[in-house]
């Protein structure tokens, strides 16, 4: 590609501004330039109504409770249950040693009992050994036994005092049951504790003890029984 260079410098023309008299005026916009003015505006303008709300504190209600702590009456109390356990035991084992004499057959079966609400008490076929003819006539020999009646009842109101006793949490772990004479039935199998326990450890074992048996059975205490059973309940709200 060729260059070429002019040598020639032209001065570059010197223009000059004039004043003149001629005042300025002021124009009105043509028809046309008004509808482009208006064309050129926003169709809308938004402004905000509904503006997001300034985030609030937020109050959370926690309650706080003073559990039932153990009686200071329970060394006592848990000896008089072991006393009852006692008797218990020793009135179970002469009526299976009467039963072996009068009803052999029945005395060679595994069952269990425990005692209703009223004080009566009722065969458990806690084995699957037992027929309905079976069942009847141990009722019946069960409660024919006034001596263990009265064992099974003083056994009871011990266990209902014992676990009424102790701590909500902790203790001796039985105190976060609630054990009546209404549910006692449907917890306790009271034949089950005095079954000879073996060396491994199975469910028969297990309810050879009392506290094992209300663990699985037992009627748990929800926060509304604690609450009702707690004499001290402090509500508090936390800002957070």
Do not use: C
Not at 10 to 30: G, M
Not at 58 to 69: H, P, Q
Not at 200 to 219: D, I, R, V
């Amino acid at each position: 590609m060729t260059l070429s260079i002019n040598s020639v410098f032209i001065r570059p023309s010197a223009a000059q501004l004039s004043q003149t008299s001629q005042p300025l005026t002021t124009k009105t916009l043509s028809e046309d330039l008004l509808k482009t003015k208006v064309n050129i505006n926003p169709a809308a303008i938004y402004h905000p109504i509904n503006e997001a709300p300034a985030p609030s504190p937020e109050t959370a209600s926690i309650e706080s409770m003073i559990a039932r702590t153990q009686s200071p009456d329970y060394p006592q109390i848990a000896e008089g249950h072991k006393s009852a356990h006692q008797s218990l035991k020793l009135s179970f084992e002469e009526f299976q040693s009467a039963l072996a004499h009068t009803d052999p057959d029945l005395a060679k079966k595994k069952f269990g009992f425990t005692i209703e609400a009223d004080g009566s008490l009722k065969v458990l076929n806690s084995s699957s050994q037992l027929s309905a003819s079976d069942m009847d006539r141990l009722n019946e020999r069960l409660n024919a036994s006034s001596e263990l009646k009265s064992a099974a009842s003083s056994y009871r109101d011990a266990s209902i005092a014992l676990v009424a006793a102790d701590a909500t949490w902790g203790g001796n772990f039985t105190g976060g049951y609630i054990l009546n004479k209404e549910n006692f039935a449907n917890t306790i199998d009271l034949g089950a504790l005095f079954l000879k326990k073996g060396t491994t450890p199975n469910a028969e074992t297990l309810n050879g003890f009392f506290s094992s048996q209300l663990w699985s059975k037992g009627e748990r205490m929800t926060h509304e029984t604690v609450t009702q059973m707690t004499v001290g309940a402090n509500k508090v709200d936390v800002t957070v």
